[in-house]
């Protein structure tokens, strides 16, 4: 696939777009790899991407099969897997994938604790599909790139395919995890403070505004400060948690790419590219559970100051 019809450019390229599905206008023009004219669409259409210029036509409504795909699909595997073992559970002493199942589930029930000191019986069970959805959609990467995108070629029956494996390496996955916390944060805070409250916090927080004397004229001044200040800081959370994953992840997937183009340059860089990819495929393992694991600690933190109502945030 590397060395056959693209280039190392045109290989890399390939293997970081999404299968994409969108709508095209009426009138628009599709273009062949040479930039010719091949088809004039009648009537607004949706259709599959054939190139990255049609995905950026297609606009904010297109949608990334490959990574629906992939994230949906595993999310339904680790419910599958997960109701299995709790089906399987008994008394005695656990083996294999029960052992591993039960260690886990009293790691994160741990953390939580540890990290969570409030009443909220979602917060547990929500870090560990976190966990393990995401430790899920992050093995992907271990799969050889070629695998999977040369059996969608064949499938559909067209060398010019795109199709991703790993769902963390697309940052609307990342972001639309990350914001769905943030959306659960604020839901929180505004339930466990008030609205009031949550109001207060963000324009009375870090510097209390005065309310005696001549200095309250500097009260004004100091919320807006405040209202800045702390919208920045709530913005930036889902910001960071997101692109902390899609950053980590999109990179050790671009590496193991960059080994593969080494497999088409020859006996002795193939041999050498062999080596590369076993050391980095176990490198990769820490950072797969690392980053499944910082952003599953991250929401609980989140999650620990929606709940806090003290006046220390």
Same mark, same amino acid.
């Given at each position: 696939?590397?060395? !056959?019809?693209?280039?190392?450019?045109?290989?890399? @390229?390939?293997?970081?777009? =999404?299968?994409?599905?969108?709508?095209?206008?009426? &009138?628009?023009?599709?273009?062949d790899?040479? #930039?010719?004219?091949v088809?004039?669409?009648?009537?607004?259409?949706?259709t599959m991407?054939h190139?990255?210029? !049609?995905?950026?036509?297609?606009? $904010?409504?297109?949608?990334?099969?490959d990574?629906?795909?992939?994230?949906?699909?595993?999310?339904?595997?680790?419910?599958?897997?997960?109701?299995?073992a709790?089906?399987?559970a008994?008394?005695g002493?656990p083996? &294999? /994938?029960?052992?591993?199942? *039960?260690?886990?589930?009293?790691?994160?029930?741990?953390?939580?604790?540890?990290?969570?000191?409030?009443?909220? +019986?979602?917060?547990?069970?929500?870090?560990?599909?976190? /966990?393990?959805?995401? $430790?899920?959609?992050?093995?992907?990467?271990?799969?050889?790139?070629?695998?999977?995108?040369?059996l969608?070629?064949?499938?559909? #029956?067209?060398?010019?395919?795109y199709?991703?494996?790993?769902?963390?390496?697309?940052? =609307?996955?990342?972001?639309?995890?990350?914001?769905?916390?943030?959306?659960?944060?604020?839901?929180?805070?505004?339930?466990?403070? #008030?609205?009031?409250?949550?109001?207060? *916090?963000?324009?009375?927080?870090? $510097?209390?505004?005065?309310?005696? #004397?001549?200095?309250?004229?500097?009260?004004?001044?100091?919320?807006?400060? =405040?209202?800045?200040?702390?919208?920045?800081?709530?913005?930036?959370?889902?910001?960071?948690?997101?692109?902390?994953?899609?950053?980590?992840?999109?990179?050790? *997937?671009?590496? /193991?790419?960059?080994i +593969?183009?080494?497999?088409?340059?020859?006996?002795f860089?193939?041999?050498?590219a062999?080596?590369? @990819?076993?050391?980095w495929?176990?490198?990769?393992?820490?950072?797969?559970?690392?980053?499944?694991?910082?952003?599953?600690?991250?929401?609980?933190?989140?999650?620990a100051?929606?709940?806090?109502?003290g !006046? =220390?945030?």
């Amino acid at each position: 696939m590397a060395g !056959e019809s693209l280039t190392t450019t045109s290989y890399i @390229q390939h293997h970081l777009t =999404n299968m994409t599905y969108g709508k095209l206008p009426a &009138g628009y023009q599709r273009l062949d790899h040479k #930039g010719q004219v091949v088809e004039t669409l009648s009537a607004d259409t949706w259709t599959m991407a054939h190139n990255s210029q !049609e995905m950026k036509d297609m606009g $904010f409504m297109a949608i990334h099969l490959d990574s629906m795909g992939w994230s949906i699909g595993l999310g339904l595997i680790f419910c599958w897997l997960f109701s299995r073992a709790a089906r399987r559970a008994h008394a005695g002493v656990p083996k &294999g /994938f029960q052992n591993l199942v *039960e260690m886990t589930v009293d790691f994160i029930d741990n953390t939580v604790k540890d990290t969570f000191h409030y009443k909220n +019986a979602m917060v547990a069970p929500m870090a560990l599909t976190i /966990f393990f959805w995401i $430790f899920m959609m992050n093995a992907m990467d271990l799969f050889p790139v070629d695998w999977f995108p040369e059996l969608a070629q064949i499938i559909s #029956g067209s060398e010019h395919t795109y199709f991703k494996v790993v769902p963390t390496t697309d940052p =609307n996955v990342t972001l639309g995890m990350s914001f769905t916390v943030f959306a659960l944060m604020i839901f929180f805070s505004i339930k466990e403070k #008030g609205l009031i409250g949550f109001v207060k *916090e963000l324009t009375c927080h870090p $510097f209390a505004p005065p309310t005696k #004397g001549w200095p309250i004229i500097f009260a004004p001044l100091l919320i807006a400060i =405040n209202t800045i200040l702390e919208s920045v800081a709530l913005i930036a959370k889902p910001i960071s948690l997101g692109l902390r994953l899609f950053g980590n992840l999109y990179a050790g *997937e671009m590496i /193991f790419i960059l080994i +593969a183009v080494m497999f088409g340059a020859g006996l002795f860089l193939g041999l050498f590219a062999g080596v590369l @990819q076993w050391a980095w495929a176990v490198f990769h393992i820490l950072v797969i559970a690392l980053q499944a694991f910082v952003f599953m600690v991250l929401t609980i933190v989140y999650m620990a100051m929606a709940h806090d109502t003290g !006046e =220390n945030h």
